[in-house]
């Protein structure tokens, strides 16, 4: 059975760079997977922050960027501020044709 | 810019049927897009439950896959999830979203079903 993982946690210091990482249990993530990154406090829905590997959502501060990095799925928040503070998910379209997606378990991002 | 809004019980007994609606504005299901449905247990992550793309091709998540049906009625343009045979395992918060590879993807501000006897 194929899993994504993340890490469970993460902590930055405002203004400082964190980059979070999203895996594959078996094989490397690329483009093909169109990566999707969101962001979701508590009581909310998710929202979009990346989608398609490296495309910011509409509204989203161009600090927030996506990647691929070595065989993960990347997101880095460049000069973070206490707002970013979240729980953020990724998720892999893991067949096109079906359209079925896999999400990871989510990175607790702290920032303090 | 399109509106998605979940609704259904909020209370189920085990072995029941859960059914939901989403429904959508500002946007016709028919024109385009995977819609899907995610869930999210509380306190823990999100789950894929499964999609329909616009032309009525179903997919579901596998673990799920023998309870789940989802549908849509085109002329209310509402998409629907019955999960069958429910337990306290399927208590969680359901989203509806429409999604697709190249696109933002636009979230449903979610219904909490409950399953408790």
């Known amino acids: 059975q194929t899993v994504v993982t993340q890490e469970p946690s993460f902590s930055v210091s405002p203004g400082g760079t964190v980059t979070l990482t999203c895996a594959l249990s078996s094989g490397s993530v690329s483009t093909r997977h169109y990566p999707s990154w969101f962001r979701q406090t508590p009581g909310q829905p998710p929202r979009t922050v990346i989608y398609s590997t490296n495309t910011r959502s509409s509204g989203v501060p161009d600090r927030f960027s996506g990647s691929i990095l070595g065989n993960k799925a990347a997101l880095t928040i460049t000069g973070a501020q206490a707002d970013d503070e979240s729980e953020y998910y990724c998720?892999?379209?893991?067949?096109?044709?079906?359209?079925?997606?896999?999400f990871g378990g989510g990175t607790k991002l702290t920032v303090l | 810019q399109v509106q998605l809004q979940e609704s259904g019980p909020g209370l189920l007994k085990p072995s029941e049927t859960l059914s939901l609606t989403c429904s959508v504005s500002?946007?016709?299901?028919?024109?385009?897009?995977?819609w899907a449905w995610i869930r999210q247990p509380p306190g823990k992550g999100l789950q894929w439950i499964g999609s329909m793309y616009y032309n009525g091709r179903t997919s579901y998540n596998p673990s799920l896959r023998s309870r789940v049906t989802i549908s849509v009625d085109r002329t209310k343009n509402q998409l629907s999830l019955k999960l069958s045979s429910v337990t306290v395992a399927d208590t969680a918060v359901y989203f509806c979203?429409?999604?697709?590879?190249?696109?933002?993807?636009?979230w449903g501000q979610g219904t909490l079903v409950t399953v408790a006897s």
């Open positions: 500002g946007y016709s299901i028919s024109n385009g897009f995977y």
């Open positions: 979203a429409r999604v697709a590879a190249s696109a933002s993807t636009s």
């Open positions: 998720v892999l379209y893991m067949d096109m044709d079906s359209g079925s997606w896999l």
